[in-house]
């Protein structure tokens, strides 16, 4: 039994007006992993390729010891997309029906355990669902396939706080299981606070950080000031005649007295990396 889950090695995907380039990383058994980055960095495409739905130009994808796509991996594989994938004129008592004979390890308990658990109501269609019954959803069917790997894409996206918290929650219980691994793209960088192992950063389709979560705020910092921005720093912005902008806390010491440094979060970090990028482009 391989100790990561996925790996993707240099992985290219090329549109006419987009491109992610050069994307490597790993996901560890018994980790989470959150993946982050602006609209448009090419979280989607790194999943989509993850799960064969994209055919790279160039790179290596594994996942679980299989090419990305593949039966063998996808049979272990339990996705949550942000719109639910079951057709809206379907009853939700009935989706096991539908979707078990696609699954060999579906579990119908699990699955009408999980919708009453989440408050889904089981003689309601799909179509009729809020969002964040919808979201809900696509969690239970996705869990009710006993997967190894969890894979959620912006499922939190435009749900109230009590929603995203059960998301969590399910996501802790899931992550009780040392042999289990989570991959979870996001816009909403808090919920990865007490939740993710990783932190993969992505803008304009490359991987602007990679590493241990507590670290990316340990090797960050925001630097604040007034006059000409200094060197050594990550897309500053303006506000009247103050500066602010990412900067390396290794760095902090050469910035000196006249310049205020704080702690980065990880929406810090999105920002200025992503205007850094696109100053680079100019």
Do not use: C
């Not at 993969?200 to 241990?212: D, Q, S, T, Y």
């Amino acid at each position: 039994m391989t100790d990561d889950m996925a790996r993707i090695a240099d992985l290219r995907v090329t549109r006419p007006n987009f491109e992610v380039s050069e994307v490597s990383f790993v996901i560890p058994r018994g980790q989470v992993v959150g993946l982050v980055g602006p609209n448009g960095a090419g979280k989607t495409t790194v999943i989509r390729s993850l799960l064969g739905l994209v055919h790279p130009d160039a790179g290596r994808i594994e996942v679980l010891g299989q090419p990305a796509g593949s039966s063998a991996a996808l049979s272990k594989i339990g996705v949550v997309l942000d719109q639910p994938t079951a057709a809206g004129d379907w009853r939700v008592h009935s989706l096991g029906r539908r979707l078990g004979p696609f699954y060999p390890n579906w579990d119908e308990d699990r699955f009408l355990e999980l919708v009453d658990q989440f408050g889904v109501p089981r003689d309601q269609r799909v179509d009729e669902l809020s969002r964040g019954q919808g979201v809900k959803l696509s969690l239970a069917a996705a869990l009710a396939q006993r997967p190894e790997l969890l894979i959620l894409d912006e499922p939190s996206s435009g749900l109230d706080p009590r929603s995203r918290r059960d998301i969590g929650d399910v996501i802790r219980q899931f992550m009780v299981d040392p042999q289990h691994a989570v991959l979870f793209s996001t816009h909403i960088t808090t919920d990865l606070d007490d939740l993710a192992d990783q932190l993969i950063v992505l803008v304009g389709g490359r991987v602007a950080h990679r590493g241990i979560l507590p670290d990316a705020k340990d090797d960050f910092a925001m630097a604040r000031g007034t006059g000409e921005v200094p060197d050594g720093t990550f897309g500053p912005q303006y506000s009247g005649a103050q500066w602010s902008a990412l900067i390396r806390t290794e760095d902090s010491a050469a910035f000196g007295p006249d310049v205020v440094i704080d702690e980065a979060t990880i929406d810090d970090i999105i920002i200025h990396l992503a205007a850094a990028h696109e100053e680079a482009r100019v």
